[in-house]
């Protein structure tokens, strides 16, 4: 069974599935996905999230905010916490630092960040981390603020082998998108190889950045296929293998 670590089901286009969620969610695991989880990325929108896939067993979802949004409302981190009490909940995120798309003074993206780790710290739930450009703050602030007493996820990881033996280190997780598929990822693609068995998860970011061949079209996260085929690839196993090991890598930390 393949699992989706990271998407966005409250922000896919239903259209091609008559408006109907459940649709999706049939052809969802008609391609052999058995579980999904569901990541927040603003406050304003968790309740309608928590709603759309409420009491679904196929679904977990997280709650945070982005870091790339300052307009979104900023939450203490024990609101974050309690937030996190839902019981399909598993996890603060997504959260981190990403100066790819930010600029100016960025503190408050840094206070953001490290208000989710305490947050996390808290709920005794792990977290998931984006960082784009912003490789060096991003693990000091994780062992500033005992990030490594969380654990985690970095999500769609596009960085180097470097950053990612130092999440490791922490006892963080890796998880790879569809962007390993393209062709101007041969770099990153020497990262999967690397990556230990325990600690790879796979992940579409839906409706972002959809694989090949399906890219340049909105993602959905029957295409985490796509993603496991190109790493059995890279690491020599077979699709089953990949399923089953990034299967048990995602409940030893989410549950």
Not at 214 to 222: V, W
Not at 225 to 234: E, H, I, K, S, T
Request: aromatic share 8%; glycine share 8%; charged share 25%.
């Amino acid at each position: 069974m393949l699992i989706d670590s990271h998407c966005h089901l409250d922000r896919l286009d239903l259209t091609p599935f008559d408006n109907r969620f459940e649709r999706l969610l049939e052809r969802t695991m008609e391609a052999g996905v058995g579980h999904i989880l569901c990541v927040c990325i603003d406050l304003e929108s968790y309740p309608a999230m928590l709603e759309l896939v409420a009491g679904d067993p196929r679904i977990s979802v997280s709650v945070g905010v982005h870091p790339n949004d300052r307009q979104r409302r900023e939450a203490e981190p024990e609101e974050l916490a309690e937030l996190a009490a839902h019981p399909q909940n598993v996890a603060i995120g997504e959260t981190g630092l990403d100066y790819f798309r930010s600029g100016g003074d960025l503190d408050w993206q840094r206070d953001r960040f490290r208000r989710h780790i305490r947050a996390a710290r808290i709920a005794g739930k792990p977290l998931i981390i984006h960082t784009r450009a912003a490789r060096e703050e991003t693990l000091a602030i994780m062992r500033e603020e005992g990030a490594e007493a969380a654990g985690g996820v970095m999500h769609c990881f596009t960085e180097d082998w470097e950053m990612a033996r130092q999440a490791l280190g922490m006892g963080f997780y890796i998880s790879f998108s569809g962007i390993i598929t393209f062709n101007s990822a041969a770099d990153l693609r020497e990262v999967v190889k690397k990556v230990p068995g325990d600690r790879i998860l796979i992940e579409t970011d839906a409706p972002y950045l959809a694989p090949v061949p399906m890219r340049g079209k909105p993602n959905l996260p029957e295409y985490v296929g796509y993603v496991a085929d190109c790493v059995a690839r890279l690491r020599g196993i077979s699709r089953d293998e990949v399923a089953a090991l990034t299967f048990a890598n995602y409940r030893r930390l989410f549950g």
